[in-house]
């Protein structure tokens, strides 16, 4: 079927965030604010502006939070309106805004991204959907999810957004395999997870933004009774990656790459967490000003 619309996306939220710890202890990586936001708010606004209604979370017992995060919260709401604080209160309201569903799934084993994603196969359907890792923050003046959503409506096809990585960290990343140099957009030949730089087809690494063909459900939930007949002691993860290489074998299905316009982070890792900090808060009115002084090195007029 032709002219299919993506209105579905899955932020998989139930990771441990080990590489945050203590912080994340007893809070969601995905909640950490950059200045004054939480990650998770970013990715959220980033799907809405794509056009997303139904945003499905996998999370797991430890990340309610984020139902809090965009649930109503009537005693604060209250407070600000006796207060009049509105500009505050418009904030807080828009979290969530009306006529968009949260869903919540929760993953019970820590199998991996595919097995997250599959957790919503009775969701989706026969659907395309998108995939948000919120760890990936990319700041772009149209949303990286809106501009492959823009690509989809002309494709309708699967669609990975790429970027360039160090040679030193394609074992970070999906790489994927393309014929030859492209501008924005090329045919995958393939993709395999984090090789090493002397086994990586390119310095074309995969970040968090998908946009995915129902069908990678049905290779997923294939994977997944591969793994479970191969006995649950010993089990791996099931790699997003590994589907999407099945996915481009499969039938009729095409694959795209797509190197969107934007500045990513990642702020899955500490440096490109407190860089994304320095570069939102540059933009922030409340912090521009200090922020400034101090990186112009006017730290003794702050101090
Ligand atoms: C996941 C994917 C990887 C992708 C990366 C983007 O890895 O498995 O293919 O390049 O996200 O952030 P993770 O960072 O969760 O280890």
């Known amino acids: 079927m032709k002219n299919k619309k993506v209105t579905k996306a899955i932020f998989p939220v139930a990771g441990l965030g080990t590489r945050f710890l203590p912080a994340t202890k007893a809070n969601p990586k995905e909640m950490l604010p950059i200045v004054d936001k939480p990650l998770i708010q970013y ?11 139904d945003l499905i979370f996998i999370t797991n ?80 003046k149209q949303g990286c999810l809106s501009q492959m ?65 129902a069908d990678i459900l049905d290779i997923l939930q294939n994977m997944m009774k591969q793994h479970e007949k191969s006995g649950l002691a010993n089990k791996p993860e099931l790699q997003l990656t590994d589907a999407i290489s099945k996915l481009l074998t499969h039938n009729q299905n095409e694959v795209y790459g797509y190197r969107f316009e934007g500045k990513r982070f990642d702020c899955g890792s500490k440096a490109g967490y407190v860089l994304a900090t320095l570069h939102y808060g540059l933009k922030h009115p409340e912090v521009m000003g200090e922020l400034n002084a101090v990186l112009k090195g006017n730290i003794l007029e702050l101090t």
């Open 43 to 53: 990715a959220v606004e980033e799907a809405i502006e794509a056009g997303i209604t």
């Open 61 to 140: 017992h430890s990340k309610r939070a984020i139902e809090d995060h965009f649930d109503t919260n009537f005693e604060l709401e209250y407070h600000l309106e006796k207060t009049q604080k509105l500009d505050l209160l418009n904030q807080v309201k828009a979290i969530h805004p009306d006529k968009i569903n949260c869903i919540y799934l929760r993953q019970a084993q820590p199998l991996g991204l595919g097995h997250a994603i599959l957790c919503a196969k009775s969701l989706i359907g026969s659907d395309p959907f998108a995939v948000i890792l919120a760890d990936d923050l990319i700041d772009a």
């Open 149 to 213: 959503a823009q690509v989809y409506q002309e494709i309708q096809q699967s669609i990975i957004a790429v970027e360039k990585v160090p040679l030193n960290k394609t074992n970070q990343y999906g790489i994927i395999s393309v014929p030859e140099n492209f501008s924005r957009i090329a045919k995958l030949n393939g993709i395999i997870e984090k090789p090493e730089a002397n086994k990586a087809p390119s310095d074309l690494g995969v970040v968090g933004r998908y946009i995915l063909e």
